[in-house]
């Protein structure tokens, strides 16, 4: 026990360096796959054949393949196409797509549950499409999905973790780099281990709070 | 009565889905003040001519008219969208917003009024539907009847040239279909032009100036609820009468 309190305290300003590289990868994906997901989840719901069609395809491949396949792809396979990412960048744009290609099924299941008579109530008001959708439909919609969103930021947060692959400098990467130094390797990865943990707890927690705020009157006892 | 009273004018409308043709040519049309009742067997396309009227269903042919503007072949379906209240079986109220919030949304965001004028007008048209104390609830904190009510208040507001009623009362508790009723009786009485699809003959024979008779897509028969229930002309009218007779006897 003992060991592992010095392992976390020795090595605190790497660990701490570390997990700032993994939220910040992990707040700007979230946030980019969110916009993400609304365009591709509205694509979806409300759009023509085409836009329906680009959206399932986009959709599929994304879901359908492994992240860090994707990862590769954009680290490895853009170069010698003339891109060059460095590290940071090319995971935060593979999970920004994978997350919103998530994030984009759990919106149009929020999206589907809202009766569709709101839908015609709403248009026979003379508003437009556009204008229902976001008037009257999205703020439902957001509020129904924060509990599967939830769950896609915790797996994001953890998944960040495969971003050391490619040599993004975050927590598992940083965990690596002291343990392969010290070989303390059961240590090392359980406080990172406690870290995810402990940040996942408070993220769960500070959802929770968000849910109950703009929770609508009346629909409590639904839960 | 003058070409000029005319709210609504409908002229050979049809309606199908695939293969099934729901509307096979329907027409007539309606005063300005005039309370019309739909009533026919479930599956005749009552709530499709509804949804027809304000292009909510697109119709395959025939054509409709809103005063003067034809409403088939409009540009601006937003625009004439507003002049047409509707009001729906399960209501359509926006389960985010408050009574008074759902009244509002139509009058800021389409209408685009002042927010001070449009609480004003969304609180009058609340008190008129005796709702004036749950304006801060919100729908699901409503009962069906109180639900209704709030539907039938935010079509008013938008100041309509006429309202379609689909089955106002038919998702409701026996208890509260009274107070939905009575709400609607004072509207036709108020010079309100009502379409309205129901099974309430109780209503029909009160309030509505005729009755129209639909089956398969067609009118069978449409006179003055005096006619219709003393006298019946059609067969099948008298059988549906009968049916409805029997179920909710008068």
């Known amino acids: 026990m003992e060991k592992i309190w010095n392992i976390a305290v020795k090595y605190w300003p790497k660990l701490l360096e570390g997990l700032g590289v993994t939220m910040e990868m992990t707040l700007i994906s979230v946030v980019a796959g969110f916009l993400i997901g609304i365009v591709l989840a509205i694509a979806r719901v409300y759009g023509n054949k085409f836009f329906y069609g680009l959206s399932t395809v986009i959709i599929e491949i994304i879901r359908g393949t492994p992240l860090l396949v994707q990862l590769f792809i954009l680290y490895y396979g853009l170069p010698p196409l003339g891109v060059n990412l460095s590290p940071f960048i090319a995971a935060i744009i593979g999970f920004a797509i994978n997350s919103g290609c998530y994030q984009a099924e759990y919106l149009r299941g929020s999206i589907q549950s809202i009766s569709g008579t709101q839908m015609k109530a709403a248009r026979s008001l003379g508003m437009s499409k556009t204008e229902a959708i976001m008037q009257i439909i999205m703020p439902q919609a957001l509020r129904r999905v924060i509990p599967a969103w939830t769950n896609e930021f915790i797996y994001l947060l953890k998944y960040t973790s495969l971003a050391y692959i490619v040599g993004a400098p975050e927590l598992m990467a940083q965990a690596k780099f002291i343990a392969s130094r010290n070989f303390q390797f059961f240590e090392v990865y359980l406080v990172v281990a406690v870290i995810y943990l402990v940040v996942v707890l408070l993220f769960t927690k500070i959802f929770s709070i968000l849910e109950k705020k703009v929770e609508i009157p009346g629909l409590e006892w639904v839960r | ?250």
Not at chain 2, 168 to 181: K, M, N
Not at chain 2, 190 to 197: A, D, I, N, R, Y
Request: glycine residues 8%.
């Open chain 2, 1 to 250: 009565m003058s070409e000029e009273n005319v709210v609504l004018k409908i002229e050979n409308l049809k309606k199908s889905f695939g293969d099934k043709e729901v509307l096979k040519g329907v027409s007539f049309e309606m005063k300005k003040g005039e309370t019309k009742v739909i009533i026919g067997p479930s599956g005749t396309g009552k709530s499709t001519l509804l949804a027809c009227i304000n292009m909510l269903v697109v119709p395959n042919g025939g054509k409709i008219w809103l005063e003067n503007e034809e409403v088939t072949s409009a540009k601006n379906l937003n625009k004439i969208r507003q002049e047409i209240g509707f009001v729906f079986q399960d209501f359509g109220l926006f389960s985010h917003l408050t009574a008074l919030k759902n009244i509002m949304i139509g009058l800021t965001k389409v209408k685009k009024m002042e927010k001070e004028a449009a609480r004003e007008l969304a609180m009058a048209e609340l008190k008129r539907v005796g709702l004036e104390k749950e304006a801060s609830l919100y729908p699901a904190q409503l009962s069906g009847g109180q639900k209704q009510r709030v539907g039938i208040a935010r079509a008013l507001a938008m100041k309509p040239k006429i309202i379609l009623f689909d089955e106002p009362t038919s998702a409701l508790d026996p208890e509260l279909i009274g107070e939905v009723l009575s709400v609607m009786k004072n509207l036709a009485l108020s010079g309100m032009t009502m379409l309205v699809v129901t099974h309430e003959m109780g209503f029909a024979r009160t309030v509505s100036d005729e009755i129209i008779f639909m089956e398969n897509g067609y009118i069978v028969e449409q006179s003055s609820p005096e006619e219709m229930f003393k006298n019946p002309k059609n067969q099948r009218t008298k059988e549906f009468l009968f049916k409805l007779n029997e179920l909710y006897g008068e």
